[in-house]
């Protein structure tokens, strides 16, 4: 079984400040220590912490700190390496460095039996690759996680759900997109999973617009806003925009506008909502 790190159980990823504050306090000691894999490992996650932040050059700074210690028997923490390295080329929009990564990664993880490094490999060339190049990963990286023994690598198949989904979804296929969320909101009920619920939940309501059962999909997100609040979870900008969505399609604008703000004042300080939807957005609500 693979080996389970201490700060891996530390990471919030909804909050890579926090989680960020978290992996600098055991930087000194990892330093110190004798097990340099460890050190290498957490110097990945650490540059993780910023490149989900878009902070890239302070991510990339990191991961040649991480590169320049790395020892051949140093099998996990190369992958590991390989795999943050190419998440921050992909967030910065370089697809062709960050897939020569993942691909390696892959190469790699699969060649030691590291199931659960394997498949993480295979989703982010998933995301990587577009179309029918996507959807062979994918597909690849669900059927790797039913048939491995890893617990842990099993934990993937909602992300994988939900990455196909929308594979799918691009591709205008709303109805394959739509099973494969719906087993994304069976999948995260059997293990009531909060936010991440929340999310395949949306996921299928933004789909059901997609295919114009627009009552369905308002329903829907409206159940999920009072869903959010009955479990003390914060407030979602998305849901709010969609609701204003669907009040749109309806063609009821006066009922939209309410929530087009309160999604604006929520989500215009989100560094991944595109810069062009916040422009609409704002002139939604005058």
């Known amino acids: 079984m693979p080996e389970q790190r201490d700060f891996d159980k530390l ?35 650490l540059a993780r912490t910023y490149s989900l932040r878009k902070k890239f050059d302070e991510a990339h700074e990191l991961l040649d700190k991480a590169m320049k210690i790395i020892r051949a028997e140093h099998i996990v923490p190369r992958v590991r390496y390989m795999l943050e390295r190419g998440r921050t080329y992909n967030s910065a929009g370089e697809l062709e460095k960050a897939r020569e990564l993942f691909l390696a990664a892959y190469q790699q993880a699969d060649k030691y039996g590291e199931d659960n490094l394997a498949i993480d490999a295979v989703h982010m060339l998933g995301i990587v690759d577009k179309g029918d190049e996507s959807l062979k990963w994918n597909e690849l990286a669900i059927k790797m996680a039913e048939e491995t023994g890893d617990d842990k690598a099993k934990g993937w198949l909602g992300a994988l759900y939900n ?34 619920l929340g999310i395949a939940k949306w996921c299928v309501a933004r789909t059901l617009r997609s295919l114009k059962r627009i009552d369905e999909s308002l329903n829907m997100q409206t159940e999920l806003a ?60 005058e």
Request: aromatic content about 14%.
């Open 226 to 285: 009072g869903w959010l609040k009955e479990k003390g979870l914060d407030e979602d900008g998305y849901v709010y925009k969609e609701i204003g969505e669907c009040w749109l399609d309806k063609g009821n604008k006066t009922e939209a506008i309410p929530w087009f703000k309160r999604a604006y004042d929520l989500l215009k300080n989100d560094a991944w909502f595109e810069d062009t939807e916040k422009e609409r957005l704002k002139n939604l609500t």
């Open 163 to 196: 990455n196909t989904g929308w594979t799918y979804h691009d591709m205008n296929e709303f109805e394959k997109a739509l099973n494969l969320f719906e087993r994304n909101v069976v999948w995260h009920t059997e293990r009531n999973s909060g936010t991440e």
């Open 11 to 45: 990471w919030d990823y909804n909050n890579p400040a926090e989680t960020e504050k978290k992996f600098r306090e055991l930087l000194p000691a990892a330093e110190k220590g004798k097990d340099k894999g460890y050190y290498i490992e957490l110097l990945t996650q």
